[in-house]
């Protein structure tokens, strides 16, 4: 089974940047549209970005479009999440993910319906103070 885990969160203030990672144990990670989701307690995981292998096509949320990039190194086996222009509202839970359908989903994501997840990173926290 292919085992994720994300770094780069913490704490920042509004317009500030972080840079999130999640490296996986295998390169079969690579064959798969990466993604990132993120969750604040008590409300649905929602799609933030997703990157397709090969062309490496990527598309985001309304809420971060122009802030966040996604992007893949795959002789690193790594998927990244550039966030500039941090919001307090950015503040949640962020999670790496290995989708196996339903990638065109992610960015207009609520929840993950429609959408088919092989492997979930363990999430990491980002918070955004104001």
């Known amino acids: 089974e292919v085992q994720v885990v994300e770094s780069g969160g913490g704490s920042v203030q509004a317009g500030g940047s972080l840079r999130l990672s999640c490296i996986a144990s295998e390169s079969t990670f690579n064959e798969y549209c990466l993604a990132w989701f993120r969750q604040i307690p008590g409300e649905e995981r929602t799609g933030v970005a997703a990157i397709l292998p090969g062309s490496g096509y990527s598309d985001y949320a309304d809420s971060v479009k122009g802030r966040f990039t996604i992007s893949r190194d795959n002789l690193k086996n790594t998927v990244y999440l550039q966030m500039n222009g941090l919001k307090p509202e950015d503040s949640a839970m962020y999670y790496c993910?290995?989708?196996?359908?339903?990638?065109?989903?992610?960015?207009?994501?609520?929840?993950?319906?429609?959408?088919?997840?092989?492997?979930w990173g363990q999430g990491i926290l980002v918070t955004v103070g104001s």
């Open positions: 993910a290995a989708v196996r359908s339903g990638c065109s989903l992610v960015p207009v994501s609520r929840g993950t319906g429609g959408i088919s997840i092989d492997f």
